[in-house]
């Protein structure tokens, strides 16, 4: 086993000659890929170290769409990729039972429609419905279309309109990017992490391994998961707890065989004390259910996890605490992944936080002297995204009127950010939605929950009051054709991914 080494240090342009990633699931694989692919040429030598001992968490197996560009920026091919993981598209999640008994709705991926006279289209839909109209989300946006036939398209040539992500085996995601990795020069060391030696100035010089040797390098990456064996164990940077907003702190998960039919979208269905997902593969169904241990006990959570998918195979448990870590970007040490905070899967945001982490570290690519300037900047972009997408997912249960247990009557209750309470003031009054520059979750997104959840604003947007309902009537019926007019192209999912004889991992 060969080591990379650290550059001299009188190098005289200063920049990075290496870096080691300690970590080697999706986090490290992901960063290692990402960074092979975006330094080639540069001379910087890469290293990931991973333990044996300790395990991966495996389970993130629903992406988004920026996924799918992430692998055109690794110039990976799409057919080989989905084949090696086991992976189905996903052009959805639907929402079961967050209103109550019966109730569902679409957060689809793609166009939404069209706008009219420069207002975004959920103001002509809303203006419609005003006067009478029944029009549903499926009728303006392709993928939620599709998604209720479960058909979906081929993915090398998706209709115009539609954007699509994967749901993948994680496991298998880990093992391809680590051969990808590889082949372009990055070195794996698998050992255990036992320590750091830090520079006079703080920051991480090397890091100890349990066998003895020690690591030096440029940079380091933290892909350790929620250990944090560098970010927090090394350099203490503390922890934001959310979950004063966001109580579902544990999650069992447990494959289920693949049904004959195949579901294009995921499924994240509201249980008695959080909700139950399920991500249909091509081997298998993963299924898991994230609770809040303040308002259910392990057993009983397991209980229901097993009646709602009739078995009786034991689940895995993970605990999380949801947030983030205080600083992700610390000295020359960067967070990614689980060691840098975790949301709850609800919105398959994680895997994409660590692709934009990672590609975010390359639009704030330091040098040897790593001017604060950089991390500060980094710092407060994820800060801020990370404060979104929280206000997202709490957006999920705010609004609902369902009151049937401890948990969902907390919920509807429990005090919002500011930040999310005036984004909700401002649809209910006039159904006004405010993106902020660079965020994650675009206008449609936000409407998709606030409309799906029930919410009506006071009012229709005044400057659609001077079309005459009757002619925004037919426009939207075009609207809606020209949407649909990708159902040409559609395929049934299950035709894409033909069910075969395949092994449950236990
Ligand atoms: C219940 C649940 C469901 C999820 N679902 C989704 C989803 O649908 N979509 C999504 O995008 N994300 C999801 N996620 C998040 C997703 O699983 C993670 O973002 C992703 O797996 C990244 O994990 P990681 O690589 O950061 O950590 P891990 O998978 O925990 O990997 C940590 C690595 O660090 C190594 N390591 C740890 N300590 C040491 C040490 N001392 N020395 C050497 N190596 C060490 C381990 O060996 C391992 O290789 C989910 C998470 C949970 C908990």
């Known amino acids: 086993m060969t080591f990379a080494r650290a550059a001299p240090t009188d190098d005289a342009d200063g920049a990075i000659r290496s870096i080691v990633i300690v970590g080697g699931g999706t986090a490290g694989w992901i960063s290692a890929a990402i960074l092979a692919r975006a330094l080639t040429g540069t001379g910087t030598r890469i290293t990931l170290v991973e333990s044996a001992d300790i395990g991966i968490v495996g389970v993130g197996e629903a992406t988004i769409p920026p996924f799918i560009d992430m692998l055109q920026f690794l110039d990976i091919k799409l057919p080989d990729f989905i084949r090696h993981t086991e992976a189905t598209l996903k052009l959805a999640i639907r929402f079961d039972q967050w209103n109550g008994p019966g109730t569902s709705y679409w957060h689809p991926f793609g166009t939404f429609g069209t706008g009219i006279g420069r ?286 247990s401890a948990f969902w009557a907390d919920m509807a209750q429990a005090p919002l950010p500011d930040s999310l309470a005036e984004r909700i003031a401002l649809y209910a009054d006039a159904g006004t939605i405010r993106p902020y520059p660079r965020e994650m979750f675009t206008e449609a997104s936000w409407f998709y929950v606030l409309d799906g959840m029930g919410l009506t604003p006071r009012r229709t947007d005044p400057l659609l009051s001077a079309i005459d309902p009757a002619r925004l009537r037919a426009m939207l019926a075009q609207i809606s054709h020209d949407t649909l007019a990708g159902r040409a192209q559609a395929l049934p999912h299950c035709a894409l991914f033909p069910l075969r004889a395949v092994a449950i991992p236990g």
């Open 119 to 404: 207002r975004p289209f959920h103001h002509a839909l809303l203006h419609d419905r005003a006067h009478g109209g029944q029009g549903g989300v499926d009728r303006y946006n392709l993928c939620a279309h599709l998604c209720e036939a479960d058909q979906a398209f081929s993915p090398e040539r998706p209709p115009p309109g539609a954007r699509f992500a994967l749901h993948l085996d994680a496991v298998l995601m880990a093992r391809y990017l680590r051969r990808y990795a590889e082949t372009l020069g990055v070195a794996r060391i698998e050992a255990t992490v036992r320590g750091a030696a830090r520079r006079g100035d703080g920051t991480v010089a090397s890091i100890a391994l349990t066998d003895g040797r020690t690591l030096p390098a440029d940079l380091f990456i933290d892909a350790s998961g929620f250990a944090g064996v560098l970010i927090e164990r090394e350099l203490k940077t503390g922890y934001v707890d959310w979950r004063a907003h966001l109580p579902c702190d544990r999650a069992l998960a447990v494959p289920t065989p693949r049904a004959a039919t195949l579901p294009p979208y995921t499924v994240a269905h509201a249980m008695r004390a959080g909700w139950r997902w399920r991500i249909p593969l091509q081997h298998r169904c993963g299924n898991g259910y994230v609770y809040s241990s303040a308002h259910q006990s392990d057993d009983a959570a397991c209980a229901d996890l097993q009646t709602a998918l009739g078995t009786d195979a034991q689940p895995r448990q993970l605990r999380f605490v949801p947030g983030r870590r205080n600083r992700a970007w610390v000295g020359n040490c960067v967070a990614v992944g689980l060691a840098s905070g975790f949301l709850e899967p609800l919105e398959s945001t994680s895997i994409h936080l660590i692709v934009a982490g990672v590609f975010n570290l390359l639009d704030h690519f330091p040098d040897r002297r790593f001017d604060p300037a950089l991390a500060a900047s980094y710092n407060a972009e994820l800060a801020l995204e990370l404060e979104r997408i929280r206000d997202f997912l709490i957006l999920h249960y705010a609004l609902t009127t369902r009151r049937d």
